[in-house]
């Protein structure tokens, strides 16, 4: 995770003016359809559900704090663009620089809003517990969408309602605990494509639509903070397909196998959006064709894995970008080989669980070292029940997987720790309905499950929080300080046993230092930014979960 840019290398003054009009309009045309602009009463009750429903204490109280902490500008700046978006999510309002209708907005000392106290029961959250997101201007009901996760923010966007390809999509806050509607100018339906976040932007590409030609080599960069969308060259573009992989090195988009007119596919591109331009991935050495495989980014490498293969080739392989070159994968103890299975990567091993093997559901997985070539099978004691198309995510210790499909869509999931080598059960209170193909994205302390196919051609739009603050042997926090207008964070923790401990900022390690429970981080900058911090007995992957720690100025 990258700093945040300042805010005007995201947005122009022009952009940020359009922004404004448009909540303006919208908020214009609730008065106009309900007879009745948005009331004050509305907007103190939309304050007070952020404040007691935010699961972002921190970040919730750095947007109160960037907004000088006054009740009135909480209310204009915050309140009243997320209830005009809500309000007006079915009248289809067409954007215009002419004619902007502003509403009468009541002077400050007419208006008496009071500031709620934040609810942060926990931190924000109580460890194994669900809590549902918003049902208020949620996305229409999907499965065979992408989500990513911002920072601050999951994106959800394309998938099929089970009647049509969909090329809309929404922006999920959980300090908010709120929706908002993404742009869907000059992006093209699809579904069962992929997605990855740069650190400004989320790039789609491939995948299939409803109408000739089915499947896609088209894409789009979609910017949050303008709500625009820019197209892909499709220059030198990998050919068209779907149920291909693609994954974020850290400067460009690697997009990888998949299915196409023509069958499987052992072909793929390394895609740079500072360039806009395509690099064909070397087919020298490459793993066998194949679709519904799984990628992983080691930092320096791309590790493909299983899926349905093109006769007997290799199951796996590692791909080099920098040289252009793939390595084989040793194949011994490795699970068997299977379609609609998940994989993280710890920081030092690739984790590969559940999936379809033949027909059969399976609960076994293994854990690949790059660095020896060898792999690990992870213990089936409570695994969770055989499953595919699930989901999974990486906490920094633990390896969460929910949902899929077993016999039915499944609502269950299980807590892997590699270090044990043991798996604890998710709670099933007030989970989200089972569901295959569901999206999951980690937030620093909350897996975010949303959407997925229920029954043939149905899809849901509903999701859950599920907390997982307690994850992991080592106990970690961060305090924030300006030191001489140096942003720094004063780190602490518990639970370390080794001599050293390596300290990772935004995924690189920046320290190896003395386990002796505290350290502070200089970071350099000044101004506006953003710190995802973890810390892991030296050279390896006990750890703890990642802490994040925003700058707001």
Not at 346 to 356: R, S
Request: proline share 5%.
């Amino acid at each position: 995770m990258n700093p945040k840019p300042s805010l005007d290398a995201v947005i122009s003054q022009a952009q940020l003016e359009r922004k404004v009009e448009d909540y303006l309009r919208e908020s214009q045309a609730v008065a106009d359809s309900h007879q009745q602009g948005i009331t004050a009463e509305q907007l103190q009750g939309e304050i007070d559900r952020m404040a007691q429903h935010t699961q972002q204490p921190e970040m919730l109280a750095e947007l109160f704090e960037a907004l000088n902490n006054d009740p009135f500008l909480i209310a204009e700046c915050l309140a009243r663009p997320l209830l005009s978006e809500r309000m007006t999510a079915d009248l289809h309002l067409t954007r215009s620089k002419t004619a902007v209708a502003r509403p009468k907005v009541t002077p400050a000392a007419e208006i008496k809003y009071t500031l709620p106290t934040i609810w942060d029961g926990a931190s924000g959250c109580i460890d194994d517990t669900w809590a549902a997101t918003s049902t208020m201007n949620v996305p229409l009901a999907r499965y065979g969408h992408t989500a990513v996760w911002t920072g601050s923010e999951m994106i959800v966007w394309g998938g099929s309602d089970g009647k049509m390809v969909l090329n809309t999509g929404a922006r999920y806050s959980p300090s908010t605990d709120s929706w908002t509607t993404t742009s869907t100018s000059t992006a093209q339906a699809r579904y069962f494509h992929t997605a990855v976040w740069t650190g400004t932007e989320m790039i789609v590409w491939g995948g299939e639509t409803d109408t000739d030609p089915f499947y896609l080599n088209t894409g789009g960069r979609y910017n949050p903070g303008t709500d625009d969308w820019t197209a892909l060259s499709t220059t030198n573009a990998p050919s068209a397909r779907y149920d291909h992989t693609a994954l974020w090195t850290g400067s460009e988009m690697i997009a990888w196998g998949g299915f196409s007119p023509y069958g499987l596919l052992n072909t793929g591109g390394r895609y740079n959006p500072e360039t806009d331009s395509w690099t064909a991935t070397s087919t020298t050495n490459a793993p066998s064709k194949r679709e519904h495989h799984t990628v992983v980014w080691t930092g320096s490498e791309m590790i493909v894995w299983g899926g349905i293969l093109s006769g007997k080739g290799s199951t796996a392989g590692r791909y080099n970008p920098s040289a252009d070159t793939w390595t084989s994968v040793n194949t011994t103890d490795a699970p068997s080989n299977r379609e609609g299975h998940t994989a993280v990567w710890t920081g030092t091993e690739m984790i590969v669980w559940g999936g379809d093997a033949n027909g059969f559901y399976q609960s076994s997985g293994g854990k690949y070292d790059p660095v020896t070539d060898s792999w690990t099978a992870t213990s089936k004691t409570n695994a969770p029940e055989a499953r595919s198309y699930h989901t999974a995510v990486w906490t920094g210790s633990e390896m969460i997987v929910w949902g899929g499909n077993g016999a039915v869509p499944l609502n269950t999931g299980g807590r892997y720790n590699p270090t044990t080598d043991s798996w604890t059960a998710t709670s099933t209170t007030n989970a989200p309905p089972g569901a295959t193909y569901p999206t999951g994205v980690w937030t620093g302390e909350q897996m975010i499950v949303w959407g997925g196919e229920v029954g043939y051609n149905t899809g849901l739009d509903t999701g859950g929080r599920y907390c997982a603050s307690n994850a992991g042997p080592i106990t970690l926090r961060a305090q924030k300080e300006k030191v001489q207008g140096t942003n720094t964070v004063r780190l602490s923790w518990s639970g370390a046993t080794s001599e050293n401990i390596d300290l990772y900022r935004n995924g690189v390690v920046v320290a190896t230092t003395a386990n002796d429970g505290s350290y502070d981080d200089f970071t350099g900058d000044t101004g506006r930014a953003e710190y995802s911090y973890m810390v892991c007995e030296a050279a390896t992957s006990t750890c703890s979960m990642d802490v994040v720690v925003r700058f707001s100025r």
